[in-house]
């Protein structure tokens, strides 16, 4: 493996010159006011909305943790990279309904179509679950990293990452976020791009490729039998996750809410469709060279997750080495400085605004540059106890998703097609699903210790996809059942928050939002997701 030379660190050094110009340019730019700090002032254009939605998404642990799968033998964990049908039902189908509310968090979106119970439980559940989940898994992957492509100390190359995207989050906000992430999106690209073409010419091409490792391998569609990845189960728990993250989590609709109007939001949504079809070719397929190399004893790795950097090392040359390590650093730190944001804003305005409403825009930033710090000072706390996670960690990322995703997609979903839908029916469904979803987590943990033919011992060995999936079917009886046996809500009160409470003006403004290129696009990458799933049947 080799160590980064003279010129990577050249071109690692120019990367981090020109973010910290933007963060600065941005930083001088801001306004101490709650829409500018959290939203970017509500005035981002498409391209950055786009460029800022892929950024958030494909951070260090999916470049590390995706090509692992790839080397690992899970390639049916492709089909959750296939998600840019999903990002496309956040622009044409939820979006109008957010911005129409004008709400600058999830959970209050909750409170004005159902009650303030709802927001309260989503935004605590949210915060804890971006801190022991989103931060946490960033900043191991991020050890990955740096400790295999750096060649420097686990502990200083993450904690050194970690504060210095949290000192830029703090100052400039979810400006500094957004536009330092369009900057990353690309140079994350176009790294990832050079790898794979190498890799694949390496290997001596896609056929030469699929006889060492046999066409069997590159099935993603695994019978019901399979033990691991049932292929119908694996269908309906990845969209139920993938509603869940790309739909209704903070995480990624903040960044469409950043946007001017909903025809910039809407193109933004569909510009990060189309990024997000790249993922599959840049991070995954790199995973499969390497396994391929391994086998052919050109290439070693102790475990599946340093696949892509110790693929790096080996095949890129020198300068070329340096774009993608800075490629790797920016999604570490796109990932970290989005989720910090994230947090901030969920505690400033749906925990601390919500217990003191009187209180000042200026203090209200202050607030959120402080939980952004605590989230940074908490993220690193966690770093020791992520490096004790076993197996690989795309699987793991899916699996905690998979207990989280059910109740709150059936929440958002049936909230805004189903009008009947009302308070209670969303309050229980949302507090049955945390207990059940605490539950299994703790199942899983001490299953050794359970008996093999009790209950609990199923309950918390289930496969996570068949878990998933009968997870949100009770969550939906949950809430159709309590919603029907008690009072229906007042439609005055949710008008223009479901499709059946739609005035004729909220319509009208909708139709006005889209043109044929829009639907063209959309469909484009609705064909493409589908002939990569057809592409990937081991044929």
Not at 284 to 303: C, N, Q, V, Y
Not at 341 to 349: A, E, K, P, W
Not at 354 to 374: C, D, F, H, M, Y
Request: proline content about 3%; hydrophobic content about 50%.
């Amino acid at each position: 493996m080799n160590t980064l030379d003279f010129l990577d660190w050249v071109m690692i050094g120019l990367y981090f010159l020109i973010l910290s110009g933007i963060a600065v340019w941005v930083i001088l730019k801001r306004k101490d006011n709650t829409q500018d700090y959290f939203l970017a002032g509500r005035n981002v254009g498409w391209f950055v909305v786009g460029a800022s939605i892929f950024a958030s998404n494909i951070g260090s642990e999916h470049v590390v943790g995706l090509a692992g799968a790839g080397a690992d033998n899970k390639l049916p964990m492709l089909i959750y990279e296939l998600h840019a049908w999903i990002v496309l039902l956040l622009g044409w189908i939820f979006l109008p309904f957010y911005m129409r509310s004008g709400v600058f968090t999830m959970p209050e979106f909750l409170e004005k179509r159902f009650d303030s119970r709802s927001r309260w439980i989503l935004s605590i559940f949210s915060i804890a679950a971006y801190v022991l989940t989103k931060i946490s898994v960033t900043i191991y992957a991020g050890g990955v990293v740096v400790s295999y492509l750096l060649g420097i100390d686990f502990w200083t190359g993450a904690i050194a990452t970690v504060i210095l995207t949290g000192i830029y989050t703090v100052l400039g906000g979810m400006r500094a976020v957004v536009y330092t992430e369009a900057l990353q999106a690309v140079v994350l690209v176009v790294g990832a791009l050079f790898l794979t073409v190498i890799g694949l010419n390496e290997v001596g091409g896609w056929s030469s490729m699929k006889e060492t490792l046999t066409p069997e391998y590159f099935n993603m569609w695994r019978p019901m039998s399979d033990p691991d990845f049932p292929w119908l189960p694996l269908f309906i728990s990845s969209t139920i996750v993938g509603i869940w993250y790309w739909c209704t989590d903070q995480y990624i609709v903040q960044r469409a809410l950043t946007a001017k109007n909903l025809k910039e939001a809407r193109r933004g949504t569909i510009f990060g469709a189309v990024l997000k079809l790249f993922p599959v070719f840049l991070f995954l397929i790199p995973g499969i060279i390497a396994l391929t190399l391994k086998m052919r004893g050109e290439l070693h790795w102790d475990s599946a997750d340093q696949a892509f950097p110790v693929l790096m090392s080996s095949l890129l040359p020198s300068g070329l080495r340096g774009l993608v390590a800075a490629g790797l650093l920016a999604a570490l730190m796109s990932s970290l400085a989005s989720v910090f944001n994230s947090c901030s804003t969920l505690f400033t305005v749906d925990v601390y605004k919500k217990l003191r409403p009187n209180t000042s825009e200026k203090k209200l930033v202050r607030t959120g540059q402080i939980a952004t710090a605590a989230a940074v000072i908490i993220g690193i706390i966690w770093i020791p106890i992520m490096q004790n996670i076993s197996g690989v960690l795309y699987e793991y990322l899916q699996k905690v998703q998979s207990y989280i995703a059910p109740p709150i997609t059936a929440v958002f979903l049936l909230g805004i097609f189903v009008k009947r839908v009302n308070k209670q029916g969303a309050y229980y469904t949302l507090i049955s699903g945390l207990i059940i979803a605490s539950l299994r987590i703790i199942l899983e943990l001490v299953a050794d210790q359970l008996d093999p033919n009790g209950f609990l011992y199923l309950l918390g060995t289930v496969n996570y996809l068949i878990f998933g999936s009968y997870f949100f079917l009770l969550s939906v009886l949950i809430l159709i059942g309590v919603s029907l046996s008690t009072a229906a809500p007042n439609y005055e009160k949710v008008e223009n928050l479901t499709f059946s409470t739609l005035s004729a003006k909220a319509k009208e403004n909708n139709k006005n939002s889209y043109n044929h290129w829009d639907i063209f696009i959309t469909v484009a990458v609705v064909m493409i997701v589908v002939g990569v799933m057809y592409f990937f049947n081991g044929t």
